[in-house]
């Protein structure tokens, strides 16, 4: 009814919109001489905006009416491609005996530097995560050096402990190494193990804590270290004691809530969240937000409220131009909600009180906002990865000044001063100087840049909402890192609107065609094609090139370690066969997985999972049923079925796999014993 009257007062340029033909431009991230087009139409006001405006090659003009730069990358054959993920800020250290700080490389100067005195030596460190470097921003010189080099590894995130240590989440070793600076070298003082792929890194500097959510082992892990009344520098970092919570969810971004002595969790895909008693360290609160892709959150207004960049995905909308365009289907926002609300309620009982600010609108939808952060006056920063910009005002503002950075903006930080904002540009090698004043703005390049693959390039187009109307979504927003947000989308794969259906996850699916929940879809690049056409209402024309790419890059996906295996230190180990090769066999758990797997084929359960990968390329009656009388089904690979965001069947009516054996009885030719449940979600739980 909400879209019908929303068609309805829209419906003279709404019929205009969505039956408008379709550009024959492409919507290149990447033109061939290494500029990179722009998909935000000119500024209605200064260009006189229709909705059929047409990128310009290599700029980025801003809504407000202002010029911009165009973003480009001079490719070097000789160079690397490092992939910036985190900014943190140092003060520098006293000054000590030795050379600089310099462990590798020497150092690059930046280009065209301009310099900006602050009222004292300020460094900021910046993780990479596939060259394994921390690289070293001074921003008296802003020249850059690589200062923490370790092959293998894949840093993240950098999270400052002190003014000479810093932790680094390393998701290739699954740990978060402690690195301090001595006499101007950095070295590895620490390793803390986080099976399952470190998440977030949060430390508290008053209780001299660590937290660190594990992304695939779906809990939280706490170090608690040598207690300090008077804190020194550095940190004693000898630990005393450490504790791990199973959580409900891949885990996420943290806050902590000191008034109320907790620990906000949130899904790293979806919509979950947990409260977590920091003195029990226990689970007192799980429930829902409708929000998802959430980034992290805030704590703002004297503690009262959690503030958090996300996206909201409507499932009664269908994924049609005219509603793309008004971000009734999907919207990038900022949330705040009250504290103590998250902690006590839960579904609509969570938001009375809570305040909302969109970031798009038509014409530009502000896609996946990636980064908040706020300066002490209250000014934020949102980083905007699907459309290459950062969005500064006021949080509580409906119009914000967009500047262009580089490409794929993933964290950003004001400088100690607040007259600068550092952009990190995960696809462009490259970092953004912004001037607050004047919005004027340079790029620092971590070094030379070679040409990105195939995959890589994928990988940028999987990211970028300008492939779709208006910027207001990209591939990731419902497929979040290439997973899921667990939710429901009402799109035209199905042949219908008015049945909206699940988001599946496209990782581990390069061998699970045919594609779709009909099974409608021969080929992944059918299947990309009709989303980026249909689903996504591009404005441009659906290169081949591009789906090749997009195709290579989900074929390059790997499944997801099952939960039983990511929470042993063997998820370490690539999967190197069959999913049963990887199966937790300890002595508690092996004649669970053994009785699990024989009931699976007594069951009847492999006539539609079978194989290695535990599906079909047929579809069946399962005894599901559509809004349209839709009851025929392929059946989703079980491979890592554990990992599904909370929500399975087509439907996601069943909020867990015990709700789809116990509740459900999903095909189940008899009632099982609690003790045949127990093996039977124990080898699920294991693929």
Same mark, same amino acid.
């Given at each position: 009814?909400?879209?019908? #009257?929303?068609?309805?007062?829209?419906?003279?340029?709404?019929?205009?919109?969505?039956?408008?033909?379709?550009?024959?431009?492409?919507?290149?991230?990447?033109?061939?001489?290494?500029?990179?087009?722009?998909?935000?139409?000119?500024?209605?006001?200064?260009?006189?905006?229709?909705?059929?405006?047409?990128?310009?090659?290599?700029?980025?003009?801003?809504?407000?009416?202002?010029?911009?730069?165009?973003?480009?990358?001079?490719?070097?054959?000789?160079?690397?491609?490092?992939?910036?993920?985190?900014?943190?800020?140092?003060?520098?250290?006293?000054?000590?005996?030795?050379?600089?700080?310099?462990?590798?490389?020497?150092?690059?100067?930046?280009?065209?530097?301009?310099?900006?005195?602050?009222?004292?030596?300020?460094?900021?460190?910046?993780?990479?995560?596939?060259?394994?470097?921390?690289?070293?921003?001074?921003?008296?010189?802003?020249?850059?050096?690589?200062? #923490?080099?370790?092959?293998?590894?894949?840093?993240?995130?950098?999270?400052?402990?002190?003014?000479?240590?810093?932790?680094?989440?390393?998701?290739?070793?699954?740990?978060?190494?402690?690195?301090?600076?001595?006499?101007?070298?950095?070295?590895? =003082?620490?390793?803390? *193990?986080?099976?399952?792929?470190?998440?977030?890194?949060?430390?508290?500097?008053?209780?001299?804590?660590?937290?660190?959510?594990?992304?695939?082992?779906?809990?939280?892990?706490?170090?608690?270290?040598?207690? /300090?009344?008077?804190?020194?520098?550095?940190?004693?970092?000898?630990?005393?004691?450490?504790?791990?919570?199973?959580?409900?969810?891949?885990?996420?971004?943290?806050?902590?809530?000191?008034?109320?002595?907790?620990?906000?969790?949130?899904?790293?895909?979806?919509?979950?969240?947990?409260?977590?008693?920091?003195?029990?360290?226990?689970?007192?609160?799980?429930?829902?937000?409708?929000?998802?892709?959430?980034?992290? *959150?805030?704590?703002?207004?004297?503690?009262?409220?959690?503030?958090?960049?996300?996206?909201?995905?409507?499932?009664?909308?269908?994924?049609?131009?005219?509603?793309?365009?008004?971000? !009734? %289907?999907?919207?990038?926002?900022?949330?705040?909600?009250?504290?103590?609300?998250?902690?006590?309620?839960?579904?609509?009982?969570?938001? *009375?009180?809570?305040?909302?600010?969109?970031?798009?609108?038509?014409?530009?939808?502000?896609?996946?906002?990636?980064?908040?952060?706020?300066?002490?006056?209250?000014?934020?920063?949102?980083?905007?990865?699907?459309?290459?910009?950062?969005? #500064?005002?006021?949080?509580?503002?409906?119009?914000?000044?967009?500047?262009?950075?580089?490409?794929?903006?993933?964290?950003? /930080?004001?400088?100690?001063?607040?007259?600068?904002?550092?952009?990190?540009?995960?696809?462009?090698?490259?970092?953004?100087?912004?001037?607050?004043?004047?919005?004027?703005?340079?790029? #620092?390049?971590?070094?030379?840049?070679?040409?990105?693959?195939?995959?890589?390039?994928?990988?940028?187009?999987?990211?970028?909402?300008?492939?779709?109307?208006?910027?207001?979504?990209?591939?990731?927003?419902?497929?979040?890192?290439?997973?899921?947000?667990? /939710?429901?989308?009402?799109?035209?794969?199905?042949?219908?609107?008015?049945?909206?259906?699940?988001?599946?996850?496209?990782?581990?699916?390069?061998?699970?065609?045919?594609?779709?929940?009909?099974?409608?879809?021969?080929?992944?690049?059918?299947?990309?094609?009709?989303?980026?056409?249909?689903?996504?209402?591009?404005?441009?024309?659906?290169?081949?090139?591009?789906?090749?790419?997009?195709?290579?890059?989900?074929?390059?996906?790997?499944?997801?370690?099952?939960?039983?295996?990511?929470?042993?230190?063997?998820?370490?180990?690539?999967?190197?066969?069959?999913?049963?090769?990887?199966? =937790?066999?300890?002595?508690?758990?092996?004649?669970?997985?053994?009785?699990?797997?024989?009931?699976?084929?007594?069951?009847?359960?492999?006539?539609?999972?079978?194989?290695?990968?535990?599906?079909?390329?047929?579809?069946?009656?399962? !005894?599901?049923?559509?809004?349209?009388?839709?009851?025929?089904?392929?059946?989703?690979?079980?491979?890592?079925?554990?990992?599904?965001?909370?929500?399975?069947?087509?439907?996601?009516?069943?909020?867990? %796999?015990?709700?789809?054996?116990?509740?459900?009885?999903?095909?189940? *030719?008899?009632?099982?014993?609690?003790?045949?449940?127990?093996?039977?979600?124990?080898?699920?739980?294991?693929?």
């Amino acid at each position: 009814m909400r879209s019908l #009257i929303l068609w309805f007062l829209i419906c003279g340029e709404g019929l205009v919109v969505a039956n408008r033909a379709r550009a024959q431009e492409p919507y290149p991230a990447r033109s061939d001489s290494g500029e990179y087009a722009s998909l935000v139409p000119e500024s209605p006001a200064a260009e006189g905006y229709n909705a059929a405006s047409r990128y310009a090659r290599g700029k980025y003009p801003a809504r407000e009416g202002g010029t911009a730069d165009p973003i480009n990358v001079s490719y070097d054959p000789r160079g690397e491609y490092r992939q910036p993920q985190a900014i943190a800020f140092l003060e520098s250290a006293p000054a000590t005996n030795g050379a600089p700080a310099s462990a590798t490389a020497a150092t690059a100067p930046a280009e065209t530097a301009k310099t900006v005195p602050l009222p004292s030596p300020v460094r900021a460190l910046i993780s990479t995560k596939l060259s394994g470097q921390v690289f070293e921003l001074n921003l008296t010189t802003l020249a850059v050096e690589s200062v #923490i080099e370790v092959p293998n590894s894949q840093f993240t995130s950098v999270t400052p402990i002190d003014c000479t240590t810093v932790a680094l989440a390393d998701v290739a070793q699954e740990c978060v190494a402690i690195y301090r600076e001595s006499d101007g070298r950095w070295e590895e =003082v620490l390793r803390l *193990p986080v099976p399952g792929k470190p998440s977030q890194v949060l430390y508290d500097a008053d209780l001299n804590v660590i937290w660190v959510t594990g992304l695939w082992s779906q809990r939280v892990y706490e170090w608690q270290f040598s207690n /300090q009344p008077e804190r020194t520098v550095p940190h004693d970092l000898r630990a005393s004691a450490r504790r791990t919570l199973d959580l409900p969810m891949c885990g996420g971004q943290m806050l902590a809530l000191p008034a109320q002595d907790a620990l906000l969790i949130t899904d790293a895909f979806g919509r979950d969240f947990v409260i977590v008693d920091r003195a029990k360290f226990e689970v007192i609160n799980h429930a829902q937000l409708y929000e998802h892709n959430i980034g992290r *959150p805030l704590l703002v207004e004297d503690g009262n409220y959690v503030l958090f960049p996300h996206q909201l995905l409507n499932e009664f909308v269908p994924s049609v131009q005219g509603d793309i365009t008004w971000g !009734g %289907l999907m919207s990038n926002n900022l949330r705040w909600i009250k504290a103590q609300r998250l902690i006590e309620n839960e579904g609509e009982a969570i938001y *009375p009180e809570s305040r909302f600010t969109p970031l798009g609108r038509s014409g530009n939808g502000a896609g996946d906002p990636t980064m908040l952060r706020l300066r002490d006056d209250g000014l934020a920063a949102v980083t905007l990865g699907g459309i290459n910009r950062v969005a #500064i005002g006021a949080p509580q503002d409906t119009s914000w000044k967009q500047v262009p950075v580089g490409l794929h903006p993933i964290d950003c /930080q004001f400088t100690p001063d607040g007259q600068q904002l550092v952009v990190v540009n995960e696809f462009s090698d490259s970092l953004t100087l912004i001037d607050l004043q004047t919005y004027e703005s340079q790029q #620092i390049m971590l070094g030379p840049i070679r040409e990105p693959t195939l995959v890589e390039r994928g990988e940028q187009l999987f990211f970028n909402s300008r492939v779709a109307h208006d910027g207001w979504m990209s591939c990731h927003s419902c497929h979040s890192q290439g997973h899921t947000n667990g /939710q429901l989308n009402d799109n035209l794969t199905d042949k219908t609107l008015g049945s909206p259906k699940r988001v599946l996850s496209l990782m581990g699916q390069a061998e699970t065609a045919p594609y779709s929940w009909g099974g409608k879809m021969e080929s992944l690049e059918a299947q990309i094609a009709h989303s980026i056409e249909s689903t996504m209402a591009s404005d441009y024309e659906v290169v081949p090139a591009d789906v090749a790419a997009l195709a290579a890059f989900i074929r390059s996906l790997p499944e997801p370690p099952s939960l039983r295996v990511a929470r042993s230190p063997r998820s370490q180990t690539p999967r190197t066969s069959s999913p049963d090769s990887e199966a =937790v066999v300890t002595p508690q758990g092996a004649t669970a997985f053994a009785e699990g797997k024989l009931l699976f084929t007594e069951l009847g359960c492999n006539a539609c999972h079978a194989g290695n990968h535990y599906t079909s390329p047929d579809v069946y009656d399962v !005894g599901l049923v559509d809004e349209h009388a839709m009851q025929y089904f392929n059946p989703p690979s079980l491979v890592a079925v554990s990992q599904r965001q909370n929500a399975l069947f087509h439907d996601g009516r069943a909020r867990s %796999l015990c709700d789809v054996l116990a509740i459900e009885e999903h095909q189940l *030719p008899r009632k099982l014993s609690q003790t045949e449940l127990k093996h039977l979600l124990y080898f699920l739980e294991s693929l």
